[in-house]
């Protein structure tokens, strides 16, 4: 997470307001995010539904379909976080796999090829895709090959979101000249979630809602659930003062003057996200300006208010 630079010497109100990991446990499921370790089988939706019946809430929705015999890392939100999961879009992911060979071929040429798969590759996605078939670029920050046994390669790949693996496997096999096809996967990273952040299975979650609901022990619950505002940790953030919240809350544009701190690498156009400064998510916005003039300026607006999370009332109205 990269180091805030402060504006101002601002100090927040204990009246107003929570951090995130002190709600009382009501407001921290409204408001929370789940790691769920998706098994092989179900799909993504199912998984979603059954998190909702297990929780017995109104609404659910995850962050980044995984096809039915794909495993690993699948956030869901909850209730009020639901919506959050759209910032999620566009994080890299990251899995493991295996792509076997339908030939054999030396193990030298294997690994040039996988270099020459790296940086902007163009994809078509598979004839089994939500999206349109057509032609798309999309990064690979790295790939790494973890083993080679026989036709049987196991590797790590980092790349963009809307990257499709299988078809990356299939294309590797074709630069090869022996074609290949993706025997297994499993995502290990989605955005800031991956497998060391409170992953778990639909039994531990059933088990921390019993713990909760029978023996009036919230621990194994608040264990299992994450504040909602971890799904935006990949984003930069905009920090501000307790007199500007309720106006975001309420739709309204940011004026460089309700900036308490803000992170360095903001650029003009880019998404960001405003956080009171007890952490609370409050909106998604767009830069209008680069950093340094955003932490020069004094007047005006600096932030395009895009989506509001958090709910009006909660602090107080502090404009005329």
């Known amino acids: 997470m990269e180091e805030l630079t402060i504006k101002s010497k601002s100090k927040t109100n204990p009246e107003y307001g929570n951090i995130p990991s002190k709600r009382p446990i009501v407001e921290y499921m409204d408001k929370g995010v789940i790691n769920i370790d998706k098994p092989s089988g179900p799909t993504s939706h199912e998984i979603d539904s059954w998190v909702k019946i297990i ?53 030298k040429r294997i690994h ?90 639909l039994q531990d979650l059933t088990d921390a809602f019993y713990y909760w609901k029978e023996e009036d022990n919230e621990l194994y619950l608040r264990d299992a659930i994450m504040p909602m505002e971890k799904a935006t940790e990949h984003l930069s953030k905009v920090i501000i003062k307790d007199s500007a919240v309720e106006a975001i809350c309420n739709g309204a544009n940011l004026a460089s003057g309700g900036i308490n701190a803000l992170s360095p690498e903001i650029k003009k156009h880019q998404r960001v996200v405003i956080e009171t400064m007890k952490g609370e998510l409050v909106a998604s916005a767009q830069s209008l300006f680069n950093f340094e003039e955003i932490f020069v300026s004094n007047s005006g607006l600096v932030f395009d208010t895009e989506k509001v999370f958090m709910r009006p009332g909660i602090y107080p109205q502090m404009w005329k």
């Open 55 to 107: 929780l017995n809430l109104k609404k659910t929705g995850h962050g980044g379909t995984l096809d039915p015999k794909v495993t690993g890392v699948l956030p869901i939100g909850l209730n009020s976080a639901t919506r959050v999961m759209q910032l999620l879009s566009l994080a890299s992911k990251e899995y493991v796999a295996i792509m076997t060979l339908h030939g054999d071929i030396e193990e």
């Open 112 to 201: 040039d090829v996988f270099d020459e798969f790296q940086g902007k590759i163009y994809q078509i996605p598979p004839i089994r895709s939500a999206v349109k078939r057509e032609l798309r670029v999309r990064n690979i920050y790295s790939s790494e090959i973890l083993e080679v046994s026989k036709r049987n390669i196991l590797f790590k790949i980092d790349c963009e979101a809307g990257t499709y693996v299988r078809t990356y496997c299939h294309d590797i096999g074709e630069a090869l000249g022996v074609g290949a096809h993706m025997a297994e996967l499993r995502r290990i990273r989605a955005g800031p979630f991956d497998e060391s952040n409170n992953l778990i299975t």
